[in-house]
């Protein structure tokens, strides 16, 4: 029996060794939480300068991040307007999403912008949108259907009300008109 008392007590020694010694190095980290804090439906978001409207962003989902960023999965909608509160143009995509850091717009899959008062329609595959420098570009496939014609190429500026646009690489058939 004294036997036995001694090799529990011995057991139970080596347990208690065995358990304040930190044996495990490196323990399982928590994993950081980084999907969205908050989503909202069917969102409305207005921009104005000095109580006049300059934006109007409309999204079927937006997920909102710790971080400022922002993401719409469902797509996205985008009205512009003028100095007179008239739409001047427009921007939708079936996806986007917003860097706060930068304060800038991504947006891919069937991008379309359209300049109302011109009448000129732009699409492409992905877009960006820098709110700062207040210009779209990418560097993707385009085309732009203006009044009389339709012009192709790769990579476009354009300020971001899509008045003065520049394709970088134009393609495609040109009708050249000789000077007089």
Same mark, same amino acid.
């Given at each position: 029996?004294?036997?036995?008392?001694?090799?529990?007590?011995?057991?139970?020694?080596?347990?208690?060794?065995?358990?304040?010694?930190?044996?495990?190095?490196?323990?399982?980290?928590?994993?950081?939480?980084?999907?969205?804090?908050?989503?909202?439906?069917?969102? !409305?978001?207005?921009?104005?300068?000095?109580?006049?409207? =300059? +934006? #109007?962003? &409309?999204?079927?989902?937006?997920?909102?991040?710790?971080?400022?960023?922002?993401?719409?999965?469902?797509?996205?909608?985008?009205?512009?307007?003028?100095?007179?509160?008239?739409?001047?143009?427009?921007?939708?995509?079936?996806?986007?999403?917003?860097?706060?850091?930068?304060?800038?717009?991504?947006?891919?899959?069937?991008?379309?912008?359209?300049?109302?008062?011109?009448?000129? !329609?732009?699409?492409?595959?992905?877009?960006?949108?820098? =709110? +700062? #420098?207040? &210009?779209?570009?990418?560097?993707?496939?385009?085309?732009?259907?203006?009044?009389?014609?339709?012009?192709?190429?790769?990579?476009?500026?354009?300020?971001?009300?899509?008045?003065?646009?520049?394709?970088?690489?134009?393609?495609?058939?040109?009708?050249?008109?000789?000077?007089?």
């Amino acid at each position: 029996m004294n036997c036995f008392k001694n090799l529990l007590g011995i057991i139970v020694a080596v347990n208690m060794l065995l358990a304040c010694n930190s044996s495990v190095d490196n323990p399982v980290p928590k994993v950081k939480y980084t999907g969205p804090i908050m989503q909202t439906g069917n969102v !409305t978001t207005l921009y104005s300068d000095s109580a006049r409207l =300059k +934006i #109007k962003l &409309q999204a079927k989902i937006e997920s909102r991040y710790e971080n400022g960023n922002a993401e719409y999965p469902k797509g996205i909608n985008l009205t512009f307007y003028d100095p007179n509160q008239q739409v001047s143009s427009t921007l939708r995509a079936n996806y986007a999403k917003y860097d706060k850091q930068r304060d800038s717009y991504f947006a891919r899959g069937n991008v379309i912008v359209n300049n109302i008062k011109k009448g000129e !329609t732009m699409k492409t595959e992905e877009l960006h949108w820098d =709110k +700062i #420098k207040r &210009q779209i570009y990418t560097d993707k496939f385009v085309t732009i259907q203006t009044k009389t014609d339709v012009v192709q190429g790769n990579g476009l500026v354009s300020d971001d009300g899509f008045v003065h646009w520049k394709i970088l690489n134009p393609t495609g058939t040109f009708i050249v008109e000789k000077p007089q």
